[in-house]
């Protein structure tokens, strides 16, 4: 089992950078792939970026690509998005999540654990 929880949302100019954090309980952290969706009002879940359980792989939407980094800290059982460069389309509620499978997968369904969320608002 393993619960997550997001920190670091807030409002920012187009531009801005922020990092994003997410908290991870549970002996297993270390040995999950994790991801980061995002959702918009009225829009469906979108994968963001992912990583390896050791964090030597990622994988991110082609819409990020070249302005968010993925990382992890499994020491410290927490994984990052550094967002630079935001948009006002970054706009979204931020979730991370968990999958017990092997690799990654940018398919919301494969994650098992889900945070909360955290809200990105990026003004123009």
């Known amino acids: 089992q393993v619960q997550l929880e997001e920190s670091g949302g807030g409002l920012v100019q187009a531009g801005d950078s922020l990092r994003l954090s997410c908290a991870a309980s549970g002996h297993t952290f270390s040995s999950y792939p994790m991801g980061w969706f995002r959702q918009a009002p009225g829009k469906e879940r979108d994968f963001v970026a992912a990583?390896?359980?050791?964090?030597?792989?990622?994988n991110y939407a082609d819409s990020v690509k070249g302005r968010f980094t993925i990382s992890r800290d499994n020491a410290k059982n927490t994984v990052y998005l550094q967002m630079n460069s935001l948009k006002p389309e970054d706009t979204a509620v931020y979730y991370c999540?968990?999958?017990?499978?092997?690799?990654?997968?940018?398919?919301?369904?494969?994650?098992?654990?889900w945070g909360q969320g955290t809200q990105v608002t990026v003004s123009s």
């Open positions: 999540a968990a999958t017990p499978r092997r690799g990654f997968t940018s398919i919301p369904g494969a994650y098992s654990y």
């Open positions: 990583i390896t359980w050791s964090g030597t792989l990622t």
